[in-house]
């Protein structure tokens, strides 16, 4: 069966340091994978997309990028945190158009 | 045109009781609607789905609603049970699209 696996659950960094989050699935081949942000309270902004290696699709311009060096791992990364980027990131996969999107359990940024 | 409304933004119910939920759309091309559950500090997770060749799907005490003409669809929760307290997002998917649209969720108190 397939796994999604998101690290770390959480993570205090100050403002202008680095970030790189990673996320891989396993069990699969060639997925589309995702990251998206979740402000408390609030609802799913995508941030990224790839439908493959090196492949990736920004929707919203801002401080953070997206790398996919191997098929099923996924990263995320900002060179200097601004407060604003505090939120919930999800990692997220599925197997290619009109299928399920499967999360992962988050990892919890916040910027001080 | 792209996007899911959702209501309503919260929602308290009696254990036991009927929760629903209403999602509304205008892209008539989308053909895949899956509701996700998530619980505070997890990421979503599919719950159940329908696409537009059926009317009505039922998993459980959980039940989809589709009504192609009105492009709506809503989840029923029967028997409401505590457990349940979550936010839940409805969202819609195309065919050809590399990204699901989501609607902006609703949090559900079931109250014991």
């Known amino acids: 069966s397939q796994t999604i696996h998101q690290w770390p659950a959480t993570l205090v960094q100050p403002v202008g340091s680095p970030l790189s989050l990673e996320c891989t699935v396993e069990?699969?081949?060639?997925?589309?994978l995702y990251w998206y942000r979740q402000a408390a309270g609030r609802g799913l902004q995508l941030l990224f997309y790839?439908?493959?290696?090196?492949?990736i699709s920004s929707e919203v311009p801002q401080n953070l990028s997206a790398s996919r060096p191997q098929d099923r791992q996924f990263i995320l990364s900002s060179k200097k945190l601004l407060l604003s980027d505090s939120g919930f990131y999800l990692c997220?996969?599925?197997?290619?158009?009109?299928?399920?999107?499967?999360f992962g359990n988050g990892t919890r940024l916040t910027v001080t | 045109q792209q996007q899911v409304k959702q209501s309503p933004q919260s929602l308290i119910v009696q254990k036991g009781g009927i929760s629903i939920i209403n999602c509304a759309y205008e892209?008539?091309?989308?053909?895949?609607f899956p509701w996700y559950q998530q619980f505070p500090g997890k990421g979503p997770a599919l719950l159940i789905a329908?696409?537009?060749?059926?009317s009505e799907k039922k998993e459980g005490r959980f039940t989809i609603s589709f009504n192609k003409s009105a492009k709506q669809f809503s989840l029923h929760i029967m028997d409401s049970q505590p457990g349940d307290s979550a936010t839940y997002f409805c969202?819609?998917?195309?065919?050809?699209?590399?990204?699901?649209?989501f609607g902006p969720g609703t949090r559900l108190s079931v109250l014991p």
């Open positions: 997220a996969w599925r197997a290619g158009f009109n299928s399920p999107l499967h």
């Open positions: 069990g699969t081949s060639n997925p589309n």
């Open positions: 790839s439908v493959g290696i090196g492949q």
């Open positions: 892209n008539t091309a989308f053909d895949y």
């Open positions: 329908i696409r537009p060749d059926v």
């Open positions: 969202a819609a998917d195309l065919n050809y699209g590399q990204n699901f649209v």
